[in-house]
């Protein structure tokens, strides 16, 4: 089996679907049963979170309500899951994920050299690795939203006015300096 991903492509894919998720799970399920006074106890649960979406799915149910967002995150769980599969089959090697080849096909000239790689016909190719950057500048930049949301925990004030501000600098640090690596 051959999937067209590159490593970090597929590893991004899993962090969006985890983080979609967990923003769904607090905004909707957890606000929900806030509003209502439903209170969830998650002790003994294997899955913490399934107690509330059990909890969510029977308030919704007894209010004559759709279930579209326990309906979503069952189907992002089940997604997770396949994607947790195949990780593990690309880490014990039953897989493999084929990085994507734009090289063109070697010809030889006149003297007998052959061009392996023509940087003017192949253009930058190396997006991936600094794009995967632009994913902790995005959630550096919704941090201090998901803070006042309740998605994260409320931090000191100090950590709460400063650890945004340090993430979101040293993912765009971080993400420049790859980018500008990989143009060099």
């Not at 679907?17 to 002790?43: D, E, F, K, P, Q």
């Amino acid at each position: 089996m051959s999937i067209s991903l590159s490593l970090p492509q597929y590893f991004s894919i899993g962090f969006a679907l985890i983080v979609l998720g967990r923003t769904i799970h607090y905004v909707a399920v957890t606000r929900y049963l806030r509003v209502r006074g439903i209170s969830v106890t998650r002790a003994n649960a294997l899955v913490p979170d399934w107690k509330g979406w059990a909890a969510y799915r029977k308030a919704r149910l007894s209010d004559h309500n759709s279930l579209t967002w326990w309906i979503a995150l069952w189907a992002i769980q089940i997604v997770l899951l396949f994607w947790l599969v195949g990780w593990i089959a690309y880490g014990t090697g039953a897989m493999k994920i084929a990085t994507p080849n734009h090289l063109s096909p070697a010809v030889g000239d006149a003297a007998g050299y052959t061009t392996v790689f023509d940087a003017v016909e192949s253009g930058y190719r190396q997006w991936s690795s600094g794009a995967f950057g632009l994913i902790f500048v995005a959630l550096g930049l919704a941090l201090p939203a998901l803070i006042r949301i309740g998605i994260f925990r409320k931090p000191p004030p100090w950590m709460q006015k400063w650890f945004p501000r340090v993430f979101l600098g040293f993912a765009i640090l971080w993400t420049v300096g790859v980018f500008r690596r990989d143009i060099y």
